[in-house]
């Protein structure tokens, strides 16, 4: 576990952008609780799944599609995953009631805080699916990635572990790309140019992913933990 001090969250945007749906409110009084990581102390993920084959992290969930769905496929494997926007966590809350997935903890929340608490190789899978791209160059010092975040990350993933970004903004692919290369504790997996330009067989597409807001065709990144 790092115990280097993180900065203090600070949230770019909105936590909560309307009032949040009845069955949501709802699963955020009854089932969070229930699968919230508790985060004052280092996490254990076989404390929290005896037995897990493994432990993946997605980072910003969204409406929580992805995490779900990757937990229903993957039962044998402890999915943690973190986001602030309150309403993508109520979105995520029913999708994992849906889904029936009892592999499944979240922290409503900054992921720094879940990956200060983890121990050093832990994970095997880190997924950063269509980050907020802070477009603007003025806006760029609030991208996620950055070389900082990205050491932490290697700490945490297992020789041979791996990493996915995924965006529709060709800058933050460029950004990522670069910053993520540079820190040096991944090789970029790509042979070849639908390495990055066709979805990986075992993605799973998000709603937020359909809309296609960005200024490019979905860029998907692997990296592998040196």
């Avoid at 986001?83 to 499944?104: K, M, T, W, Y």
């Avoid at 050491?151 to 060709?170: H, M, N, Q, Y």
């Avoid at 692919?173 to 639908?194: S, V």
């Amino acid at each position: 576990m790092s115990d280097a001090p993180h900065p203090a969250m600070r949230t770019y945007g909105r936590i909560k952008s309307r009032k949040l749906k009845p069955t949501q409110s709802g699963l955020m009084d009854s089932l969070l609780p229930q699968i919230s990581l508790d985060l004052s102390r280092p996490i254990d993920p076989q404390a929290i799944m005896p037995g897990a084959t493994a432990t993946w992290l997605e980072i910003g969930f969204g409406g929580g599609e992805h995490l779900a769905g990757q937990a229903a496929l993957h039962p044998e494997v402890l999915l943690l995953g973190a986001e602030p926007f309150l309403n993508g966590v109520g979105s995520a809350l029913r999708h994992i009631q849906d889904a029936g997935v009892a592999n499944v903890r979240l922290h409503a929340g900054d992921v720094r805080e879940v990956v200060s608490a983890l121990p050093d190789a832990s994970v095997e899978r880190v997924f950063i699916l269509f980050p907020d791209p802070w477009p603007k160059a003025r806006h760029h010092k609030r991208r996620l990635v950055e070389e900082g975040f990205v050491s932490e990350l290697a700490r945490i993933v297992k020789p041979g572990g791996a990493l996915r970004f995924a965006t529709d903004w060709a800058d933050y692919a460029d950004w990522a790309l670069e910053r993520i290369r540079r820190q040096g504790g991944f090789a970029w997996t790509a042979e070849r140019a639908d390495d990055w330009r066709v979805a990986p067989a075992d993605h799973l597409s998000t709603r937020y992913e359909q809309k296609r807001l960005g200024d490019c065709a979905p860029v998907f990144l692997d990296f592998r933990r040196l």
